[in-house]
């Protein structure tokens, strides 16, 4: 109940703020921008004397408690204008001098403003959200700005993960996993209250932290990162989890109208977004597909190889790796593997996945696979491999012949990406984000419902076909490597958030990412690296 209290609180208080900044507005003549003033007239350099750039934060740390409009409007070696210097008081007229003395240094010719860039990211564990998060700060850094990360939790599969560059703070603050509401409400309240001055935030799973954002940071700009809306992400929860999401439903709408950027992850989640908040303005939402980040691990094991270049397996084998998790249907795999065997095939089935101890449902769920799997006779046929590395994962994609992803409606997907980078065809359902990114008959196959009879068929379709053009040969799979690049990609999902940052913060972020001409690639592989 406190997260409510805390919420219901800060829309109070943004309400009298706003009235607040509407009066002073009226007295001092226009809005307030501190963050374009500070990015046009105070280029961050390292060239820059320590005492200097101590000086500097401590000048613009006072005046942001002030709210003088004019002081916004000074451009580099400019000093205010008479009328509002009428207005300030002494001491307030003395740091606005100190102030233009000190962005009167000449700038560097770099052409990215160092920002300082905080990430609301409740849970770390091993999905694509999560990896979006990483890619997230590797380009942010990479831009050199000051990356910092709020999150309550870590899964144990980062823990050797080196994340260079970024100042990380796990409030280990022990909530129920997955409640991201309360979660993202516990870690705005930590910002709001540190050393922290935000030029932007980027906040995914919940929205609830961002009225408080807005009060603490009101020039602060806010970009949201929408995997799913809240309030449809629970269908498999018990019933009391269902009303509390079903309650979020009811503001959430009003906590995303206050967001300057929305990105989605998939047309079908865009429209789905539209569907459940129409009021939300539909210029501020984009869509921007998930990155497949995996040309960073450079071991020859994440290289992809065709399955005509490697020694052929005995047994057809099909891969799925997915999350185990009720909405993932992976046990229509292990009822298609039964009628498969039933009719007198012979095939291979694996079930790699992460397994999260935390959230009862991924526990409850493996076990009642690993039961089906004994009920339906198919041991001999379906094998269970927890939580992979990174290094395991693509073993298996090399030693498999399709993979397999099931979960309809499924908001995006990676594992159809991570299966065209591999050359292997996929077999996913006719709906969610796979139903954008697979192509019909040359890089997998479609089912129209998440069916084991269906499946079935699928899988024996693939045990019979001999080849797939465009991944067993070198010359298609470019053309498909090409499309990867220009829509899935790592450089692709840069381009996309620097036009973001661009957009909220006008002529004062220049993107520096340049996406590679796929028209001139000669390696299939490396030219992505």
């Given at each position: 109940m406190r997260s409510w209290t805390v919420a219901f609180t800060f829309f109070q208080n943004k309400a009298a703020f706003e009235a607040s900044s509407r009066k002073k507005?009226?007295?001092?003549?226009?809005?307030?921008d501190?963050?374009?003033?500070?990015?046009?007239?105070?280029?961050e350099t390292d060239e820059y004397p320590l005492h200097y750039?101590?000086?500097?934060?401590?000048?613009?740390?006072?005046?942001?408690?002030?709210?003088?409009?004019?002081?916004?409007?000074?451009?580099?070696?400019?000093?205010?204008?008479?009328?509002?210097?009428?207005?300030?008081?002494?001491?307030?007229?003395?740091?606005?001098?100190?102030?233009?003395?000190?962005?009167?240094?000449?700038?560097?010719?770099?052409?990215?403003?160092?920002m300082q860039v905080v990430i609301i990211h409740p849970e770390q564990w091993n999905g694509g959200s999560d990896r979006c998060t990483v890619a997230l700060m590797r380009h942010f850094v990479s831009q050199g700005h000051q990356v910092v990360w709020l999150t309550t939790m870590i899964d144990e599969y980062w823990k050797d993960h080196k994340f260079e560059g970024v100042e990380i703070r796990d409030i280990g603050l022990k909530l129920h996993p997955g409640d991201w509401w309360s979660q993202n409400v516990a870690l705005g309240w930590h910002l709001i209250f540190s050393n922290l001055q935000p030029d932007m935030v980027v906040v995914d799973h919940s929205a609830s932290c961002v009225p408080m954002i807005k009060w603490r940071f009101p020039s602060c700009k806010i970009l949201f990162y929408c995997h799913f809306p809240q309030q449809l992400v629970t269908p498999s929860r018990f019933f009391l989890y269902r009303w509390y999401a079903n309650m979020i439903g009811l503001i959430e709408e009003e906590l995303f109208a206050r967001i300057d950027t929305i990105m989605v992850n998939s047309n079908f989640t865009?429209?789905?977004?539209?569907?459940?908040?129409?009021?939300?303005?539909?210029?501020?939402?984009?869509?921007?597909?998930?990155?497949?980040?995996?040309?960073?691990?450079?071991s020859d094991s994440a290289r992809a190889v065709s399955r005509k270049d490697r020694k052929q397996n005995e047994l057809y084998t099909f891969l799925s790796i997915n999350r185990f998790w009720p909405e993932k249907r992976l046990d229509?795999?292990?009822?298609?593997?039964?009628?498969?065997?039933?009719?007198?095939h012979k095939l291979s089935v694996q079930l790699a996945g992460s397994v999260m101890p935390h959230i009862p449902e991924s526990r409850i769920y493996y076990e009642i696979l690993q039961k089906m799997t004994q009920d339906l006779d198919v041991s001999d046929v379906v094998t269970f491999i927890p939580s992979p590395s990174d290094k395991e994962k693509f073993d298996l994609y090399h030693q498999c012949d399709t993979a397999l992803y099931t979960p309809p409606n499924e908001h995006f997907g990676i594992v159809p990406i991570e299966a065209l980078d591999q050359r292997r065809p996929v077999i996913v359902c006719d709906s969610g984000g796979p139903a954008e990114t697979v192509l019909e008959g040359v890089t997998g196959t479609k089912i129209a419902t998440p069916n084991g009879e269906l499946l079935a068929d699928a899988m024996l379709q693939h045990m019979n076909r001999s080849d797939w053009p465009?991944?067993?040969?070198?010359?298609?799979?470019?053309?498909?490597?090409?499309?990867?690049?220009?829509?899935?990609?790592?450089?692709?999902?840069?381009?996309?958030?620097?036009?973001?940052?661009?957009?909220?913060?006008?002529?004062?972020?220049?993107?520096?990412?340049?996406?590679?001409?796929?028209?001139?690639?000669?390696n299939p592989r490396r030219a992505f690296a």
């Open positions: 507005r009226r007295v001092l003549g226009g809005p307030t501190v963050h374009r003033q500070k990015a046009l007239t105070e280029r750039r101590r000086a500097r934060s401590a000048v613009q740390c006072t005046l942001s408690r002030f709210s003088f409009p004019s002081l916004c409007r000074c451009s580099s070696g400019t000093s205010v204008a008479s009328s509002s210097r009428k207005l300030l008081s002494p001491a307030a007229t003395s740091l606005v001098a100190l102030r233009s003395q000190l962005s009167a240094r000449p700038s560097s010719s770099a052409s990215t403003i160092k865009a429209k789905t977004f539209s569907k459940v908040m129409p009021a939300i303005e539909k210029s501020k939402i984009r869509v921007v597909y998930p990155p497949c980040d995996i040309d960073w691990i450079v229509i795999i292990v009822e298609a593997a039964s009628i498969l065997k039933r009719r007198g465009e991944l067993d040969c070198d010359k298609g799979y470019l053309k498909q490597r090409a499309r990867l690049e220009r829509e899935f990609s790592t450089r692709g999902f840069c381009a996309h958030i620097d036009d973001a940052v661009a957009q909220m913060f006008g002529t004062t972020i220049v993107p520096q990412t340049i996406i590679t001409n796929s028209t001139n690639i000669k």
